[in-house]
């Protein structure tokens, strides 16, 4: 056994004693106490649409409001901490697809979450948004509380006179409630047809509650073709493509190609292969607003996913 610590080691148990943490690859430790670290969650394809998990810092180019930016910290997410909301939508226009979703859902949380690391809550939404279960690291618990996930009964339909489906209420209570008091990674996961009734917010109230939370978005369209009559419903598909691509999330929509158990495949590997770039801002905070993010990739024929804009808060 060496009697020696290389500098490296003698700088990270430094980092420990005082709350800073290292980026993967470097020697200098990443004050984030002291200074505003601005992170940047990405997923990268090519252009068959496969995951691309081999690229390193020097392949990013990052810009702030047009201004070019120094990407401080850099790592690959595979195996960091997840904070996960499943959102489900559960009005009328659901009733006949909701089976489906719950039994796909199980699935999907049997297999992403790793007990005592990653953590996720239940909310519902119709003419209400419900808590189904509060943020927890237990599948047993998960999968009791996806039982009592269900539609309004006619009983409380006619007590409400009609239903509704306050889908930008839901995301931003999420957001405000629960995303915006946690740190690291962060998503919510919205399973609905995208059609909003009801809401007192609207479509921007949603997705900027989801940046201030710099949390992302990966939007599931499920519609059932009948529930709306021969009149069809709105168009929910343009409203869940924004929220997903604003918060730099994903949009999946569930066809007979593409079953939800298999969106809910792509989707983990999808959140076990993202990058996460930090920078600090050469514009100092004055006042509380919202600034534009681009993040691109030097080499050509690849798609970068990851959010537009973040909250800068004074």
């Known amino acids: ?34 200074v ?15 995951l691309v998990g081999n690229l390193d810092r020097d392949d990013f180019s990052l810009s702030e409001d047009g201004r070019p930016q120094t990407i401080r910290y850099f790592a690959r997410e595979s195996d960091l901490p997840l904070t996960l909301g499943l959102m489900v939508d559960t009005s009328g226009s659901q009733r006949r697809v909701l089976d489906a979703e719950r039994g796909a859902s199980l699935r999907f949380l049997d297999q992403v979450v790793r007990e005592k690391k990653d953590q996720v809550f239940i909310m519902q939404f119709d003419s209400a948004v ?68 009801g809401s007192y917010g609207t479509l921007k109230d949603a997705v900027e509650a989801a940046a201030r939370a710099d949390t992302l978005i990966y939007s599931i369209l ?46 983990q590997e999808e959140l076990r292969s993202q990058y996460s770039l930090g920078y600090v801002s050469d514009k100092p905070i004055t006042i509380s607003e919202f600034r534009k993010i681009q993040l691109t990739v030097r080499q050509k024929g690849l ?12």
């Open 303 to 314: 798609l970068v996913q990851a959010r537009h804009q973040f909250w800068a808060h004074r």
């Open 130 to 197: 419900q808590m189904r279960q509060a943020l927890t690291s237990s599948v047993g618990k998960l999968d009791d509380a996806l039982a009592y996930v269900d539609t309004e009964t006619v009983r409380q339909l006619r007590m409400q006179h009609g239903g509704g489906t306050l889908l930008y209420d839901a995301v931003a209570r999420a957001s405000d409630e629960v995303m915006s008091k946690l740190s690291g990674r962060k998503a919510l996961i919205v399973l609905s047809d995208g059609v909003d009734v």
């Open 222 to 267: 499920y519609s059932d073709p009948g529930a709306y009559g021969i009149f069809g419903g709105g168009d929910g598909k343009g409203v869940l493509e924004r929220m997903s691509n604003d918060s730099g999330g994903g949009f999946f929509e569930v066809s007979k190609k593409q079953t939800v158990d298999r969106i809910f495949d792509i989707l």
């Open 1 to 34: 056994m060496r009697d020696y610590f290389t500098r490296r080691e003698v700088l990270q148990c430094a980092a420990v004693l005082c709350g800073v943490r290292f980026a993967r690859g470097q020697d200098a430790p990443v004050f984030s106490t002291d």
């Open 36 to 50: 505003k670290v601005i992170n940047v969650l990405a997923t990268v394809r090519n252009r068959t649409g496969a």
